[in-house]
């Protein structure tokens, strides 16, 4: 049963023409098709691929280091400092971002050198390294920008600290990113992260204003969500592909899978913002309206319920705009509509993954697009 499966994957591998040398040979494990070796490693392949519950096992060693590696980037002699830019490096974030770049990584050199064990690249860790920081420096602002009280089940930096402060422990946090990354001495991946910073501050930039015109509203939303979150995804993965010397087609494979889990990752956090509570959150439901931000749901909502665009407008400033949109949406398909649009581009970012060879971190990185639509908070 296994054999027939594999043997119609290896087809399709061979009419896609992705890769004419694999012809032959088994889609899953690369073994020759009719071996003993192949229907074992294969059906072993496919348990292993089923039970794939913590995708951190393939990379914990790496984001181990990673997190000390980041610490020790942010030492220096000013104590403040030191304890302001250290404060959210302490060993309980999730590392979503590194996890998913150091996994990419893994996947892009078995792909490029075959299955073979294989160490990442100082390169690679740094870029994984370098996103980290550059997120975490975007959130310490992006709390300041939107009167974030708490981050990470504790209180935000400037909460703490001070504005100031904050404005200046992110720009400390990005200074030394770039600091990390220019030690690298690699050009195009500079070029790469360098892009990553400008389309944050735009993507920022852009979610604080919206379009009059309703047609040019929703290609706004989604241009603003992947500036704002898939862009770091994009060119991080595009980043280690080409530093496992991939071809011009697998840079431009793992740029797309980044694109579409990032952009799959907001429109998740843009209904969860209207599907889940406080508590499960950590943050107000209807968040998105109280700081006058039109998402996806709402957008989707407007086409049913017009009065909507009124105040979207106005940035739902008006008495009860945030409590009639909230009850509006609920009661509209835009909750619906957009986990749909969430599916079809984490079914995308898997598509291109499955284009590469096999390895137990590619499945891993399937099962991750697929569980970013099932989270909670
Ligand atoms: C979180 O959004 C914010 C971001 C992903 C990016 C913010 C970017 C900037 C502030 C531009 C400055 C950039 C640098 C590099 C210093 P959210 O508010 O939707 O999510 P949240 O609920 O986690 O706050
Ligand atoms: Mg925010």
């Not at 389309?199 to 009059?212: A, I, P, T, W």
């Not at 011009?248 to 599907?275: C, H, P, R, T």
Request: aromatic letters at 6%; a positive charge; hydrophobic letters at 40%.
């Amino acid at each position: 049963m296994f054999r027939r499966k594999f043997l119609k994957s290896v087809s399709l591998w061979g009419r896609n023409g992705a890769s004419k040398r694999r012809i032959g040979h088994c889609f899953q494990c690369t073994a020759l098709q009719n071996t003993t070796h192949h229907v074992r490693s294969c059906s072993q392949a496919t348990q292993q691929q089923m039970k794939i519950s913590d995708p951190h096992i393939f990379v914990k060693n790496e984001l181990r280091h990673l997190s000390n590696s980041i610490l020790n980037e942010l030492n220096t002699p000013l104590e403040p400092l030191k304890n302001i830019t250290q404060y959210y490096f302490d060993n309980k974030g999730k590392l979503f971002r590194p996890m998913v770049i150091l996994l990419m990584a893994k996947v892009c050199n078995k792909h490029v050198y075959g299955n073979e064990e294989r160490s990442l690249s100082n390169a690679q860790n740094t870029v994984a390294r370098v996103a980290e920081m550059i997120h975490t420096a975007s959130l310490v602002h992006d709390d300041i920008i939107d009167l974030a009280d708490s981050r990470r089940g504790k209180p935000s930096t400037h909460h703490i600290w001070g504005e100031k402060e904050a404005v200046l422990a992110g720009n400390y946090i990005m200074s030394r990113a770039t600091i990390a990354l220019a030690r690298l001495g690699n050009v195009e991946v500079i070029k790469l992260l360098a892009k990553v910073l400008d389309d944050l501050v735009k993507g920022e930039f852009m979610q604080m204003g919206s379009r009059e015109d309703p047609n040019e509203r929703f290609t706004h939303y989604l241009d603003k969500t992947f500036k704002k979150t898939a862009s770091l995804l994009a060119y991080t993965c595009r980043s280690v592909a080409l530093l496992a010397n991939g071809s011009k087609e697998l840079q431009d494979l793992a740029f797309q899978y980044g694109k579409n889990l990032g952009i799959a990752f907001q429109l998740v956090d843009d209904v969860l913002d209207f599907s889940s509570s406080q508590e499960v959150l950590g943050k107000p439901a209807a968040a998105d309206l109280r700081l006058g931000l039109a998402t996806g749901p709402v957008l989707f909502a407007s086409e049913e319920f017009p009065e909507i665009t009124a105040f979207i407008m106005r940035r739902f400033k008006g008495e009860n705009d945030v409590e009639e949109t909230y009850d509006l949406v609920r009661k509209s398909t835009g909750i619906e509509r957009t986990m749909s649009l969430a599916r079809q581009h984490s079914r995308e970012a898997t598509r291109q993954l499955m284009k590469l060879r096999h390895s137990p971190e590619r499945d891993a990185l399937v099962e991750l697009s697929g569980n970013l639509l099932k989270r909670e908070n």
